[in-house]
Structure formats: C-alpha cells, structure tokens
C-alpha cells in the first residue's frame, strides 16, 4: 500500500473521544435525572434501533440527538481512519477524491492524449508519442515542446506536473488544442487533439538480454499483466529465448489473481501456488492446472525490498515448488490479503481479509504491531542500519519459521522471501562527483538536450540493435556530458569520474535509449551492465553457478 494511504490512518483521535463524550454526556445527564431518567433512555434505544455495539450507538445517538446540526459524511472522514488505526498496517480508508489516481495504474487504461512527457527545463517536452493513440494522429512528435494547452500558457511559469497532468487529461472523445514549439520552425505549431482510451502497460520491458536468455521487467500487477507477459513471452521464444529473468525488483504488487496467473504459466499442473485462510480457518488453494507456456523454460526471478505482496506470492510459489533461482535481496514481507469494499460516495475501505501462505506453508508477513504504523514503515530503515542491504550474514530467521521444498532446499517465512543467491547493494563506483550529477538532475536534464539535438536519427530508431550501433558510434558522449555539467557547476573530478565511468556512461546511455520509441527497452538494455544481481542471474542461466 502506498505510503500517503497508511499515514491516511494517523489522524488524530479526537473525533473518538469527541463522540463517546458526547454519548456518556448522554447517558450521565439522563441518570441525573434529566428527561425522566432511564425511562426517556428506553424510549430513545428503542425509537432508534440502535444497534448493539457501542461504536454504531454512539454515531447513530450523535446522528438523531445531538444538539447541532452535523455532517455525518464529515464526521466519518476523519473517523475511519481511527478506526483502523487499530487494525493491521495495510487495512485502509481512501478518499473519493484519492480513488482514482490509485485504481488507474492498476485498471490498465486512462482517457487522454497519449504522450509521455517531462517537465525538467519548467517546459512539456514530448518525449515519447504513443503510436496510433491520439496525439499521433494529431501529429505531435516528440521532441514538441508544449506551449499552450487550450488557451493557457504551459511553459516557463513553473506549473506543477500533476497540474499539466489534469489540463492534458479529460474524457474521451473530448478535444484539447495544443501550441507546440517544434525545432527549427519558427512559428509555433497548432494540433487539435482528440482525448481517447490510453493503454498503461505493466510490463515495462521485454526484449532479448543474452544469447537464448529473455529479460522481463513488471512494475505493478494490474488487471493486464498475465495477458502483457503472454504476449512477451511468445514473442521472446520467437527469438530463441529459452530461458528468462524475471525482474520483480520495486515492484509493490497488485491484485492477487494476476499473481496467480502468471505463476501459472511457469509451473506443472497440480502444483500448489498460494492458498489462504481467513479468521474462521477456511483455506483456499490456488493450483496451476498445466496450461503455462512457460513451463519448461529455466527463470531467474530477481527481488528486493521493494518487491511486496503478489510478487512475493509469485517469488514464493516458483521458489517452494524448486522452480527457478530467487537472486537479489530480501523482499518487503506482506502476507496479508486485503479486498477493496466501496462506499457510495466513491471512496473505499480496503479490509484485511486473509492470509496467504507460500506453498510450504510459509507465512512472510513480518511482524507488526497494532497501533503502531511508524515502527512497521521503519522497517526497511532498520535493515539498512543493521547492514541487511550488504550481508547477508545480517538477516535473522527463526529455526520455528522453517520449511523444506520438495527438492530438499531450506526456506523460512516470517518476513519477507529470502532470495537463493544473495546480492548485496553495490556502492563501489559511487563518488561524491556521481552524486552531485545524478542527485541535481544533471546528468538526466542532458540526455534531454542530447535527444533534442539528435532527435531526427533517434526517431529512426527501431531496434536495440539500432540504439547500441547509434551510441557506440558517438565517441565523445562522455566527454560531452562533462562539459555540460561544468557549465551546470560541477566542476571536473578526474579522479571520481574514472572510477564512476561506468556507473555515468551506462545512464548517459539508458536515458537517451528512454527517448526513443524503445522506451524502456531502451533503458533497461544499456542500465543491465551495471547492475549486479541482473548480471548474476544472466551468469546462473549461462551454467556459470
């Protein structure tokens, strides 16, 4: 669950206090003797049918007695939260106004023009345009520069993205006009967009890593992963790939089905992906039924502490059942299984429902303590102070937690999946020089640049093939970025910026990749040469164990 979604269950608990004072007022002013006593107290409880717990009595006893008039609507804002407050870490109220913006990225789609834009230089400038979507039809390119939106200027008065976002966005079939700046012509460039369904893909890369071996990158579970990797797949085994990594890295979860699904692809049939019980004990049990396209193919499955809830379902399921490597670090630890129940003024409580437990019966929900979120959400601080993200001598689990695969290999539940073959976070090529470009933005405001000055050869780009022979051929690509960033005020470091070579070109690299129709592809294809635990899983699948 997001971050802005637990602190939603830190309100204050006045509102509580507030309505049980009111009620004991109540019930104290009718025992002194006020309105005929216990009398007038019957007659009430029995006017209002009020039900038999003391929560719903006193907000029904503040709804019809109270001496004011007040929102109940109001009131239950600010008094959910509390409410849930005293439950689990991930039980949740969100907001109407918040609904939207969270289901969106899961549902799969939003109405819009189609672009994916930045705002770094306090201009809209299109860095990709979505093919055949709207803004294509319309004849935005990218590398436009967004002046106008309708009749309001959009450029050079530091407009809050979410704020472009909005102006951008609209229902579908609506029209929005835009004024581009487009180089070199002189005169700005009027489009008339017509706003349509905008597909959101989860799977943000897929392409060919090594010789036989396919590369996966899936950022959330939403409602069209299985299909997204479906596709993916064919596609890789059309180009030789028999073996696959499977990146879950940052990758927070979604819904539970997709989870399913996917691990569905991977394992034989009859064999057990994850099962839940709820507080009255009943369990039920997810099996693949041996339709997976993906049954055969050797896959490392890569995490981190970021990975959470259905990928940890995921994770755990090939793990317990012996199918693939687990290669990274420990993962998050959410083991709970929440249902999102709808109110009718469009908000939503999102309620604990069960567990899942891991194949093996693990359940890697880690300890938490009603009441207090603060300490839950420090968790990852704590590891990182204890010295878990480099050693994995650090991490503890008890013998009680314990399990057995039925290929003889240990695992233990109680916090999170612990990965086959740990990889600790590598800072080794991290220098001060490093920090300050990449930390001010330099180094990413220059590939911008970069792709704007090349943008007609980058917009023939078709290809990974296509992107690595266009950046091998610029030799000066380093030695340019260094310029650049001393006209920014980083004056040159030699010594820093040969030892954090590597770390600079490879990002030079995979942003200006970013800024071609490969998007993604184009990113992760050049970022992998630097990051060791997809160079390790890369060493596994080769046999080099």
């Known amino acids: 669950m997001g971050e802005r979604y637990r602190n939603s269950k830190r309100t204050l ?80 109220y969100i907001p109407a106004e918040e609904m939207a913006a969270l289901n969106e ?27 055949h ?25 530091k407009i809050p993205q979410d704020r472009i976002v909005k102006r951008l966005r609209g229902p ?10 487009r180089r070199p012509i002189a005169d700005l460039v009027e489009v008339e967009v017509v706003r349509d369904k905008i597909p959101i893909k989860s799977l943000e890369a897929a392409f060919r890593i090594a010789e036989g071996i396919g590369y996966v990158k899936l950022g959330q579970f939403a409602r069209t992963s299985h299909s997204e990797l479906q596709l993916a797949l064919l596609k890789l085994r059309a180009e030789g790939c028999t073996k696959l990594i499977f990146d879950l890295r940052g990758n927070a979860g979604g819904f539970l089905d997709q989870a399913i699904a996917i691990a569905n692809e991977f394992l034989h049939r009859e064999q057990l992906i994850v099962y839940t019980e709820d507080r009255h004990h009943r369990r039920v049990n997810e099996y693949a039924d041996g339709s997976g396209i993906a049954q055969e193919m050797e896959v490392a499955v890569l995490i981190d502490e970021g990975s959470a809830s259905s990928s940890e379902i995921l994770a755990g399921a090939l793990q317990d059942n012996d199918r693939g490597t687990i290669i ?27 567990r899942y437990y891991t194949p093996t019966g693990r359940s890697i929900q880690k300890p938490y303590t009603i009441g207090d979120d603060e300490s839950y959400e420090a968790d990852l601080w704590n590891r990182y102070r204890n010295n878990e993200f480099f050693s994995a001598d650090s991490i503890r689990f008890a013998d009680s937690l314990k399990r057995v695969t039925p290929g003889g290999k240990t695992v233990y539940g109680g916090g999170g999946i612990m990965p086959d073959l740990f990889i600790p976070a590598d800072t080794t090529d991290v220098t001060p020089y490093f920090i300050e470009v990449s930390g001010r933005n330099i180094l ?55 030892r954090s070579r590597r770390l600079i070109e490879a990002q030079l690299r995979a942003y200006i990749g970013r800024n071609t129709a490969l998007e993604d592809n184009g990113f992760y294809a050049n970022i992998h040469v630097i990051d060791p635990v997809t160079t390790r899983a890369i060493e596994v699948l080769q046999g080099k164990r």
Do not use: C
Not at 468 to 477: C, E
């Open 328 to 354: 990274g670090r420990r993962s998050f630890g959410k083991g709970l299984v929440q249902r999102q129940i709808p109110y009718p003024d469009g908000s939503a409580l999102r309620l604990t429902v069960a």
């Open 172 to 181: 579908r079939g609506t029209k929005v006009r835009l004024a581009l700046e």
């Open 444 to 498: 990413y405001r220059y590939t911008i640049e970069y792709a704007d000055r090349h943008r007609e050869a980058l917009n023939r780009i078709a290809t990974l093939g296509e992107l690595q022979r266009f950046l091998d051929a610029d030799r000066n690509l380093l030695s340019d970025f260094i310029a650049y960033a001393a006209r920014q005020g980083v004056a040159p470091r030699r010594r820093d910026i040969e």
């Open 13 to 92: 608990l006045f509102p509580v206090l507030l309505a049980a004072g009111v009620a004991g007022g109540i019930l104290f002013g009718d025992y002194l003797g006020r309105h005929d006593s216990a009398d007038n107290l019957r007659g009430l409880l029995e006017r209002i049918e009020l039900p038999q717990n003391k929560l719903t009595q006193t907000l029904a006893l503040i709804e019809h007695e109270y001496v004011d008039s007040l929102s109940m609507d109001t009131l239950a804002e600010h008094l959910v939260p509390v409410v849930l407050r005293e439950l689990d870490p991930h039980s949740v």
């Open 133 to 157: 979507g709207p803004s294509d039809k319309a004849g935005v390119r990218a590398g436009d520069r967004i002046i106008r939106i309708d009749d309001s200027l959009a450029a050079g008065l």
């Open 105 to 131: 990225p899961l549902e799969g789609e939003f109405d819009g023009i189609g672009v994916v834009f930045n705002m770094a230089t306090d201009t809209v400038i299109v860095l990709n345009v979505i093919p």
